[in-house]
């Protein structure tokens, strides 16, 4: 597939998928590193529509030449735990964004923050909500890691995919850390 989107850089972006308990995972990079990971997808036009609106760029369907970042997504996707090593490119977030995402990286498999927490860690700690709104626009699931973000009193609170899948994430990464399925809170 070779269709012309519109982008603020002229350049080409691969993309390549694959299916997993939750339904089809896109995952798209460019030059710079991977731009974006997106599921659940049921069509390719699906993940096409929602990651390429008003850009205008090369876009090529190539899973091999996403081999590596795909495979390490499937291990993840089976309930193991992983290194998440490969290139992110963070240029479409804001400053604002790309210092949340930044901190959400750092939150450890298998366990919660709040985003009363993130807030506070990145320096702003009235902009939980701000926190969210990023959260929200994050390119990179589960790379980065924003279904680990809950609510101050432990309540799983947005997600740009659904409840029903960050509920789903968190409860997969508890049973890879803890094998009795408890969940540290």
């Known amino acids: 597939m ?3 989107v519109r982008v603020n ?3 080409i972006i691969y993309f390549g998928s694959f299916f997993t308990a939750i339904g089809h995972v896109y995952i798209a990079k460019n030059a710079r590193g991977v731009c974006r990971i ?8 699906n993940f096409l529509d929602s990651f390429l ?8 369907k190539n899973d091999s030449l996403l081999k590596a970042e795909i495979d390490i997504l499937k291990e993840y996707f089976k309930g193991k735990r992983v290194n998440f090593n490969f290139p992110l490119d963070l ?3 804001t400053a604002f964004q790309q210092k949340v995402w930044r901190k959400l990286r750092e939150i450890p498999y298998g366990e919660r923050r709040s985003y009363k927490w993130v807030a506070e860690q990145i320096g702003h700690p009235l ?5 969210g709104l ?11 890691p924003c279904h680990r973000v809950v609510g101050s009193d432990g309540s799983l609170t947005g997600y740009a995919f659904g409840i029903h899948i960050k509920k789903y994430l968190l409860e997969m990464e508890c049973k890879a850390v803890y094998d009795s399925g408890f969940c540290k809170q």
């Open 53 to 60: 609106k008003g850009t205008l760029v090369k876009i090529q």
């Open 91 to 93: 240029s479409e977030g």
């Open 38 to 45: 997106s599921f659940p997808h049921t069509t390719e036009e």
């Open 134 to 144: 990023a959260n929200n626009k994050n390119p990179f699931p589960p790379v980065v």
């Open 127 to 131: 902009a939980a909500r701000a926190v």
């Open 2 to 4: 070779g269709t012309k």
């Open 9 to 11: 850089n002229p350049e």
